[in-house]
Each structure stands twice: as C-alpha cells, then as structure tokens.
C-alpha cells in the first residue's frame, strides 16, 4: 500500500521558517519525481516545486529564492525548506509523486496545514 506521510507544518509568524518533510511508504522512491503543492481555501491546488529523480528542481515563481525542495533518496523522504515565509503563502501543502516513467502512477499525501500569521 502506497502512503506519502506529510510532517512539519504549523503556525509561523510572517518571516519565519518552517521545514516539511513527506516520507514515501511502498513505492520505489528513486523512481519517482517528486512535488509540493499548496491549496489556499477557495482557490485551485497549485504547484509549488518539484525535484525529479535526477535532482532537476522547478519553482514556482512567487517562492524563488525562499523556499528549497530537496530529496534524500536513502530515507525515502522529499524536504520543502520554507524561509521568509508569508502571510500569502498559508495553504494545506501536499506530497506528491509521480513515476518517472508512467506519469499513470501518480500519489498524494494527506497534506499539512501551514498558517503565516502575527
């Protein structure tokens, strides 16, 4: 049984840092691209970064240069290291993985809730 086992979330104040972490449970890690997404309520399920299984990254525009996805393929898990934070960015953020060969076998953690607030 396939299960993405997201962690870390939680109240910061604006500015701060928080890290996720998703730890993948049945599936060949490796083989996998892996990616963060973030749902605000009332708005669509966005992409907020992604790190294939050649460490390739992609970011969404918003949260260059403070956030940084990052993998460690021996511990099975998928990092998203949040800095800078903003009020903007408070949204439940997902785990997601996709197989780098058949984007069919695709996964989805249970989301964390990040909140940015004074």
């Known amino acids: 049984q396939v299960q993405l086992v997201e962690s870390g979330g939680g109240l910061v104040q604006p500015g701060g840092s928080l890290r996720l972490s998703c730890v993948a449970h049945g599936i060949i890690f490796a083989n996998y691209n892996m990616g963060w997404y973030r749902q605000a309520p009332g708005k669509q399920r966005e992409l907020v970064a992604i790190i294939t299984r050649g460490t390739i990254t992609n970011y969404q525009d918003s949260v260059k240069g403070r956030f940084t996805i990052s993998r460690d393929n021996a511990k099975n898990t998928v990092y998203l290291q949040m800095n800078s934070l903003k009020p903007e960015d408070t949204a439940v953020y997902y785990c997601?993985?996709?197989?780098?060969?058949?984007?069919?076998?695709?996964?989805w953690g249970q989301g964390t809730q990040v909140t940015v607030s004074s």
């Open positions: 997601n993985a996709v197989h780098f060969f058949s984007s069919a076998a695709e996964y």
